[in-house]
């Protein structure tokens, strides 16, 4: 069973850091995509930032550009995501969730648009002094 | 990137099916078919339903079911049970300078 586990979530003053985990087991985690998606409390879902099976492509939300960092280890089998300069707006329950995967006769694919088929339980930032 | 529009609130009996739109722009949803749905029960972590407008990955029931006309995609929950109040969240590929863009959440309420 692919699991999911994010960590390090906090209490942190505005324009303090803050970096995020995310754990994976029972999946080749080099082989899909990952996302970061935030939940702000009492609102709806907003993507965050992803990146490539291998890390070489990383992609942002204009809201978070600049500020923010998603990186994997997958000798780790660990996604991150490093947060700078952070706000209140950011204030919110971020959760990691892996893509699917596509095959075809020859090989297979991942992006971080195709569907994001298995989540963590998330966990809560709260920006604040 | 602007959010995608849902309608807030949707509803139905037990057994009876609810539709709910998603519409965007010819940025997004009018020009790719990586539109997906997300179930998201209270306190709990979304769910995926739909994937690629129509497919549903495996253990979705097929009460579930996606389509697309234009910029406006549906979901439609046919046979309503009771677990299936939740929150709804449509989202789509946006291109590579607007990425991923969900849409603004429907709350199903089964009466």
């Known amino acids: 069973e692919v699991q999911l586990l994010e960590s390090g979530g906090g209490l942190v003053q505005p324009g303090g850091s803050l970096r995020l985990s995310c754990a994976a087991s029972?999946?080749?985690?080099?082989?899909?995509?990952m996302n970061w998606v935030r939940q702000a409390p009492g609102t709806g879902l907003e993507w965050v930032s992803a990146i490539s099976g291998s890390g070489g492509s990383t992609y942002y939300a204009d809201s978070v550009k600049g500020r923010f960092t998603i990186s994997r280890d997958n000798s780790k089998n660990t996604l991150y995501l490093q947060m700078n300069s952070l706000r209140a707006e950011d204030t919110a329950i971020y959760y990691c969730?892996?893509?699917?995967?596509?095959?075809?006769?020859?090989?297979?694919?991942?992006?971080?648009?195709?569907?994001?088929?298995?989540w963590g339980q998330g966990t809560t930032v709260t920006v604040s002094s | 990137q602007s959010a995608l529009t849902q309608p807030p609130s949707a509803s139905g009996s037990p057994g009876q099916s609810v539709t709910i739109s998603c519409t965007g722009t010819?940025?997004?949803?009018?020009?790719?078919?990586?539109v997906s749905w997300y179930q998201q029960h209270p306190g709990k972590a979304p769910k995926l339903m739909i994937y690629?407008?129509?497919k549903r990955p495996s253990g979705v029931p097929d009460r579930f079911s996606g389509s697309k006309s234009g910029n406006t995609a549906s979901l439609t929950v046919s046979g309503l049970q009771a677990e299936d109040e939740a929150d709804y969240y449509c989202s789509s590929y946006a291109g590579s300078n607007n990425n991923y863009v969900f849409g603004t959440g429907t709350t199903v309420t089964v009466l």
């Open positions: 969730a892996k893509a699917r995967r596509v095959c075809s006769s020859t090989s297979c694919y991942t992006y971080y648009y195709y569907g994001m088929d298995v």
């Open positions: 010819n940025s997004d949803v009018g020009v790719y078919n990586y």
């Open positions: 029972g999946l080749t985690f080099n082989s899909y995509a």
């Open positions: 690629e407008v129509s």
